[in-house]
T-cell receptor, first 113, second 114 residues
Framework: GEDVEQSLFLSVREGDSSVINCTYT??????LYWYKQEPGAGLQLLTY?????DMKQDQRLTVLLNKKDKHLSLRIADTQTGDSAIYFC?????????????FGSGTRLQVQP | EPEVTQTPSHQVTQMGQEVILRCVPI?????FYWYRQILGQKVEFLVS????????KSEIFDDQFSVERPDGSNFTLKIRSTKLEDSAMYFC????????????FGEGSRLTVL
């Protein structure tokens, strides 16, 4: 079945850039998403990328997609302490009728002041 | 901004008891989902619901689970006879049915089975 993998932990200093990586197995993935989960809260969509795109930029966030390697990354520029959270990569495959998202295990980002 | 609301935020129950988790979807959304997250593990898909019926379900969603939308507003997840391993955070999510497939998640209901 579909699988999404992420590294578990990333620590950066405030002001540095953070890069969170994700790999997925489903070649029919249509949309890839990044969700943010703060302690005790639900999942908040940060950004998404359609599978025919290579890059998407949204303010401090840059998403890079390498469809050949099935690799997705999220870059956060000028990381702030408020960015400390768990970041989930997720994918869906509209074309196969599978609407449900498959999530990775989440990467915990710790931002040191 | 419209949001998905879930109740209760935390429920503690004895093993074998029935539990009902409730979700109020965003009003113009057509697809509804339940996901769960066991502590420290992945967010796992349970079930999706569209047009008053289940459209997709995972292997986790066995006969102990059921969903319904009894009154056209609340979307509920029932666990018939809870087990210790059902302890998790349960998230409701909804989608308009159009566009990029963005799911809007509630804040979750934490279920603790003793």
């Amino acid at each position: 079945g579909e699988d999404v993998e992420q590294s578990l932990f990333l620590s950066v200093r405030e002001g540095d850039s953070s890069v969170i990586n994700c790999t997925y197995t489903d070649s029919s993935s249509t949309y890839l998403y990044w969700y943010k989960q703060e302690p005790g809260a639900g999942l908040q969509l940060l950004t998404y990328i359609f599978s025919n795109m290579d890059m998407k930029q949204d303010q401090r966030l840059t998403v890079l997609l390498n469809k050949k390697d099935k690799h997705l990354s999220l870059r956060i520029a000028d990381t702030q302490t408020g960015d400390s959270a768990i970041y989930f990569c997720a994918e869906s495959s509209v074309g196969t009728g599978r609407r449900a998202l498959t999530f990775g295990s989440g990467t915990r980002l710790q931002v040191q002041p | 901004e419209p949001e998905v609301t879930q109740t209760p935020s935390h429920q503690v129950t004895q093993m074998g008891q029935e539990v009902i988790l409730r979700c109020v979807p965003i009003s113009n959304h057509l697809y509804f989902y339940w996901y769960r997250q066991i502590l420290g593990q992945k967010v796992e898909f349970l079930v999706s619901f569209y047009n008053n019926e289940i459209s997709e379900k995972s292997e986790i969603f066995d006969d102990q689970f059921s969903v319904e939308r009894p009154d056209g507003s609340n979307f509920t997840l029932k666990i018939r006879s809870t087990k210790l391993e059902d302890s998790a955070m349960y998230f409701c999510a909804t989608w308009t049915g159009r566009g990029t497939g963005e799911l809007f998640f509630g804040e979750g209901s934490r279920l603790t089975v003793l």
